[in-house]
């Protein structure tokens, strides 16, 4: 992909200014990104939607659409800025907010967002604290949001028995010969196995109640104030559906609370820091405004375990499968990444009655200060 594709590609949307640079955004592990410098100075940001893993993606974008548009009023309706707040789509010229490249790519522009940043991992206290605010108050607000109207853009995205399934299927196809080098990590889930109905079992049982949820909620999805740390805009809506609100919370935590990155090879780095466990917590539940039940609030932490073993075994799943699904930038990539999850598995349930009292202690705090 050379300069005058991107030209071409970017001339099918309604930019202001012509096109002048195109640097490749490495974060990501699904869809291709691109930062787009244009000679009017506004910056773009430019995306190929990943077609095999999202099947149908003008129900993507009919869900972003949907969910902008919602939010867009809300944010007016609080006096809030909707250009930097919510993300804006560019329309294509032929209509819609898409366009297909020469290749046959499906293709995407938003406007960047001016002095905002996204973080891979916490760099200061208190950024983790407004991670928290911003998806909790994500969740907040959508809560009269129309669910009907939202397309299932990823059919049992987190359906942890599911994953099961299907990381038990590609084992025993393994079509790569790849099962015999993760006999522990095999042992691993077997032991922990328990953990994959509590979410799902809880929906079904009308313990945890369905929301609106965005269902990827790492860190990097959250665009936050250059300068003063604010968290300024959820991103990444593609997988926005109907879910629990301890799929956003556990995959949260069990990524930014995580004191090492999502492929650290030295596991002794990989474990959860309570405080960053704490800060998130306290945002998060502020920012749904208090609204969770008591049988939500006491899961959180079994939440966290039960997100990293699912995503745990679905990076196995890829591993086994020849690495189809996640980017990945070597071999074994996939298999460092199932590590660090199976490794936070355990980390959270050596310290679930410590982090089940944190999540006690914000509580309590919210019902004082009110
Ligand atoms: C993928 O694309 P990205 O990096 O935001 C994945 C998430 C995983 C995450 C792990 C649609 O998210 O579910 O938690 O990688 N998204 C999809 O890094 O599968
Ligand atoms: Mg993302």
Not at 104 to 120: L, S
Not at 159 to 187: C, Q
Not at 212 to 223: E, G
Request: hydrophobic share 40%.
């Amino acid at each position: 992909m050379d300069f005058p594709y991107f030209a071409r590609l970017l001339g099918m949307f309604e930019l202001e200014g012509e096109p002048v640079s195109v640097a490749e955004c490495k974060s990501g592990n699904i869809n291709k990104t691109f930062v787009v410098d244009t000679s009017s100075g506004k910056k773009y940001i430019l995306q190929r939607v990943n077609e095999s893993v999202f099947r149908n993606p003008d129900a993507v974008m009919e869900n972003i659409v949907n969910v902008t548009e919602f939010l867009r009023k809300k944010i007016i309706e609080r006096g809030g800025d909707p250009a930097r707040e919510a993300l804006t789509l560019i329309p294509a010229k032929t209509g819609g907010y898409s366009a297909i490249s020469d290749d046959g790519g499906y293709w995407r522009v938003y406007a960047a967002i001016p002095n905002a940043v996204a973080h891979d991992k916490i760099e200061r206290p208190g950024q983790f604290y407004n991670a928290g605010y911003a998806f909790g108050e994500f969740q907040r607000l959508l809560a009269d949001f129309d669910a009907t109207k939202l397309h299932e853009t990823i059919p049992n995205f987190h359906n942890t028995p599911l994953r099961y399934e299907a990381y038990r299927a590609a084992l025993e196809a393994d079509e790569y010969g790849r099962a015999a080098e993760v006999k522990p990590e095999i042992e691993f889930i077997e032991e922990h196995k328990w953990l994959c109905p509590i979410i799902t079992e809880g929906i079904a049982i009308g313990k945890f109640p369905m929301r609106v949820t965005h269902n990827d909620t790492k860190l990097n999805n959250i665009m936050m104030d250059a300068d003063t740390d604010e968290a300024v805009c959820v991103i990444d809506l593609d997988t926005v559906m109907p879910g629990s609100l301890l799929f956003d919370y556990g995959d949260a935590i069990r990524y930014g609370a995580s004191n090492a990155a999502e492929d650290e090879k030295d596991l002794s780095q990989v474990y959860i820091r309570t405080e960053l466990f704490e800060e998130f917590t306290s945002g998060f539940i502020r920012g749904i405004g208090g609204e969770l039940t008591a049988d939500e609030a006491k899961a959180m932490p079994v939440s966290v375990a039960v997100i990293a073993l699912e995503l745990g075994m679905r990076f196995l799943t890829d591993y086994l499968n020849g690495d189809k699904y996640f980017k990945v930038l070597y071999d074994s990539h996939n298999l460092d990444r199932t590590r660090t999850q199976l490794k936070l598995v355990s980390d959270v349930l050596k310290k679930r009655a410590e982090l089940e009292a944190i999540v006690e202690g914000v509580l309590k705090e919210i019902v004082i200060s009110r």
